[in-house]
């Protein structure tokens, strides 16, 4: 078809576009892009089948359009040059317009001059929807939004051969600032060609926008952050900038919409500390506290984290000053509580009211879903108090017997059982005088007993059974569930008044899934299990990715039979557990590490549900001590079940 039927048909096409149908065969055309050509007609009166030749500004108005956007020009000068490095060998020119549309930065090449600048591809060419009609940089003026505009798309009949991409550039406060925007003359017919050409643009503008933001802040404390920690410093998404008391100044373009998504944008005053659930403190001293200088946040009301750092001001301001002042009380370093965790906004809440805690008498409660570490705090607790030299008792309530827990808790005199001992026993509470009694799953504990440890907990006594004196003791009481213990009260299975005494405060416990540094506890895990075996990236992606309904202990128990299923010393997402492999897309059963552990798989099942994974020594026994059948069953030499006998200090018994 020739260049002049098609501008006819061109023309036909946007007469015919009624907002909704177009007659004959022609697709409709993207929303955003009918909207435009409806806007050209009703608004600005403009007439498709009138060509309108490009429209060039003076040398005079081009230079007070680009006065009005100096400071941009300048910080995206380095990034619009970079950005055509790319795209130039593709037949591409680049232009940058202000607000208005006026083209006030333009690299092409000059082989092309001509017909560039016939086409309005130039310096000075007024690219406004008003007198350009629909075209990239015009349209994403009016739509504030990044998009093509593909040959049919324009609405000038004498631009249907270009193609254009254009993204915006707002201000801190989400004005538009500038366009940005690449062209080619001739391009494929095909609108999909673009897309690598719209991601470019965006990635570009949004490049130029931070950039414009950091030197329009330099005076102030900025926190940049990012759904990863490996990305944050080299590509952090979301930037703030605040004031000395943590409130935000101004957001780029990402996080003004995190903002309005937390609904915190029509506020007067955001503060970041609100929005991250955190201290301001925290914010203030990630560069000194964190090695890598960053910290893991929680973002309010979600269950997402964000990984920041600070870009400190350039110059002395009065942040500074502040700075200082917040930081004097530096955190207390106890190692017994300190090593439950690296990096997680939740346990840095617990660890911190922990260590505010440690020396006091009150009980305390522990919250948290089965195998989250309650037991292992509770410990690290009894560890860091000024009684961790009397004894440390765990109860679990579930586990014992309703028949026995009370002789088990309160003990009994003498004579008081047929069968009991002679001289009768002393109770866990009483065998844990002066130090800490740990009662885990208190939300079991039958309601009779509840009310006799109520009196001990009151009074300080203890009444074994039978026996007439009560007995005076000293404890302090670690009390862990994983149930809704108001629920419990409403129901009547709960003692209101135990509940009070027993939760002095309250130290909540996240899942493993939540939690920002599951990665430092695969370590820490793995290095206790065996300190000479590594984790392969497969295989930590494969543990990351998963969500770990068992927590710690499930976790626990999947590296321990990784270890006991590896061959050497490095452990691949072959050798998890059967969950983690059929979560693994890659999977290649042909190798034979994956047939033992299939193998190995098929044995566990046959343990009973809670049961730990068989450690090296379980499998020895359970198959009599035959290192050929546990070779087999592992899929590994006789030879390697021999050397980590050796590593793991297992030993035979000298009478097998
Ligand atoms: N911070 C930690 N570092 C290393 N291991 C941990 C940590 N927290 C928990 N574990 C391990 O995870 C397993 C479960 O921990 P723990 O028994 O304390 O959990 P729990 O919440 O008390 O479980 P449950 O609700 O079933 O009683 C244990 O084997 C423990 O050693």
């Not at 343990?607 to 592992?634: G, I, K, T, Y």
Request: hydrophobic share 40%; proline share 4%; glycine share 6%.
């Amino acid at each position: 078809m020739s260049n002049m039927s098609q501008q006819r048909r061109h023309i036909e096409t946007i007469l015919r576009y009624d907002g909704h149908r177009l007659n004959g065969k022609s697709a409709l055309p993207p929303e955003l892009i009918g909207r435009s050509w409806q806007r050209c007609i009703n608004e600005y009166g403009l007439d498709p089948s009138r060509p309108r030749p490009a429209r060039i500004v003076t040398q005079q108005t081009l230079l007070e359009h680009q006065d009005s956007v100096d400071e941009l020009l300048n910080v995206a000068r380095a990034g619009v040059e970079q950005l055509f490095t790319q795209i130039a060998g593709l037949g591409y020119v680049l232009l940058l317009s202000d607000y208005r549309g006026i083209t006030v930065q333009f690299l092409g090449n000059k082989k092309d001059d001509d017909r560039l600048q016939k086409a309005g591809l130039y310096l000075g060419a007024d690219w406004s929807e008003q007198y350009a009609g629909t075209c990239a940089v015009g349209t994403c003026i009016q739509e504030q939004q990044a998009l093509t505009c593909h040959r049919t798309n324009h609405f000038d009949s004498s631009h249907i051969g270009l193609t254009c991409t254009a993204a915006p550039i707002k201000d801190p406060f989400g004005q538009l600032l500038a366009v940005l925007d690449i062209s080619a003359l001739n391009s494929s017919r095909s609108p999909d060609s673009q897309n690598f050409a719209l991601h470019l643009t965006q990635l570009y503008a949004r490049l130029i926008e931070d950039a414009y933001f950091l030197r329009r802040y330099r005076h102030s404390l900025i926190f940049k952050c990012d759904q990863s920690r490996e990305l944050v410093q080299v590509n952090g998404q979301l930037l703030f900038a605040l004031d000395e008391q943590g409130q935000v100044l101004a957001a780029n373009t990402a996080g003004r919409r995190l903002l309005s998504q937390c609904q915190v944008i029509g506020q007067q005053c955001i503060s970041l500390p609100t929005l991250l659930e955190c201290q301001w403190r925290d914010i203030l001293s990630i560069t000194y506290e964190s090695k890598d200088g960053i910290r893991a946040f929680r973002l309010t009301g979600t269950q997402q984290t964000l990984f920041g750092m600070l870009i400190e001001p350039t110059m002395n301001t009065p942040y500074q000053k502040h700075l200082s002042s917040n930081l004097t009380d530096t955190e207390e370093s106890v190692p017994s509580l300190d090593c439950l965790c690296a990096d997680d906004p939740a346990m840095r809440k617990t660890i911190r009211l922990a260590k505010h805690l440690r020396h006091r008498d009150m009980n305390l409660l522990i919250l948290g879903d089965t195998g989250t570490g309650k037991e292992v705090l509770a410990q690290a607790l009894h560890v860091s108090s000024n009684r961790s030299d009397k004894p440390f008792v765990a109860v679990n309530c579930a586990a014992i017997p309703e028949s026995l827990i009370e002789s088990e808790l309160f003990g009994y005199a003498p004579g008081t059982f047929t069968g009991g001992r002679a001289k009768g026993a002393k109770g866990l509470i009483q065998q844990a005088d002066g130090g800490s009694l740990f009662l885990d799953e208190i939300g079991d504990m039958p309601l009779h007993l509840q009310t006799r440890l109520l009196r001990v907990l009151a009074e300080g006594l203890v009444l074994p059974l039978g026996a007439l004196q009560p007995i005076e003791v000293d404890i302090r009481v670690l009390a862990a569930t994983h149930c809704d213990l108001l629920q419990r009260i409403t129901d009547g299975r709960f003692r209101e008044d135990l509940f009070y005494r027993l939760n002095g405060a309250t130290l909540k416990l996240p899942t493993l899934n939540a939690r920002a540094d599951k990665q430092y506890l695969i370590q820490v895990l793995l290095k206790k299990i065996n300190p000479d075996v590594r984790l392969r990236a497969d295989a930590m992606s494969a543990l990351l990715a998963y969500n770990w309904p068992g927590n710690i202990r499930q976790l626990k128990n999947a590296l321990t039979f990784a270890e006991a299923v590896c061959a050497g010393d490095e452990i691949t997402v072959q050798h998890l557990p059967e969950e983690f492999i059929t979560h693994h897309q890659h999977l290649n059963q042909t190798l034979p590490e994956i047939q033992a552990t299939t193998h190995y798989a098929a044995i566990s099942k046959n343990l009973p549900q809670q049961a730990e994974q068989p450690s090296l020594l379980d499998l020895l026994q359970q198959h009599r001590w035959n290192v050929s059948s546990v070779a087999r069953v592992l899929g590994v030499s006789r030879p390697t079940v021999y050397r980590r006998m050796v590593k793991q200090g297992v030993v035979q018994p000298k009478n097998w």
